[in-house]
Nanobody, 120 residues
Framework: VQLQASGGGLVQAGGSLRLSCAAS????????MGWFRQAPGKEREFVAS????????YYADSVKGRFTISRDNDKNTVYLQMNSLKPEDTAVYYC??????????????WGQGTLVTVSS
């Protein structure tokens, strides 16, 4: 499945952004989806994931209570609503398909990434 992420940008600390990831296939609803991020000089890390129905969601401790993952299977799109952003949230954010866990090895397809910069 091809994935196209969008919605990144520059925001002040405490602000909000919503990332979107559009999938190319009508079988989108058969894929669990996830968001990862990678800051400069750091490894890619898990942010959140959502199961196929959207009723099961999982978060990294660092974003729990601030970020919300959701999906619209009719629009073949997964979202990441990010609130109360912190400078340490600055990273390139990637959407991924095919997995649900914390390891990026579980995911088979990746979007191109969208940059989120949070200024202090």
């Amino acid at each position: 499945v091809q994935l196209q992420a969008s919605g990144g940008g520059l925001v002040q600390a405490g602000g909000s952004l919503r990332l979107s990831c559009a999938a190319s296939r009508r079988t989108f609803s058969s894929y669990a989806m996830g968001w990862f991020r990678q800051a400069p000089g750091k490894e890619r890390e898990f942010v959140a994931s959502i199961n196929r129905s959207g009723r099961g969601t999982y978060y990294a401790d660092s974003v729990k209570g601030r970020f919300t993952i959701s999906r619209d299977n009719d629009k073949n799109t997964v979202y990441l609503q990010m609130n109360s952003l912190k400078p340490e949230d600055t990273a390139v954010y990637y959407c991924a398909a095919g997995g649900l866990g914390y390891s990026h090895y579980e995911y088979s397809d990746w979007g191109q990434g969208t940059l989120v910069t949070v200024s202090s």
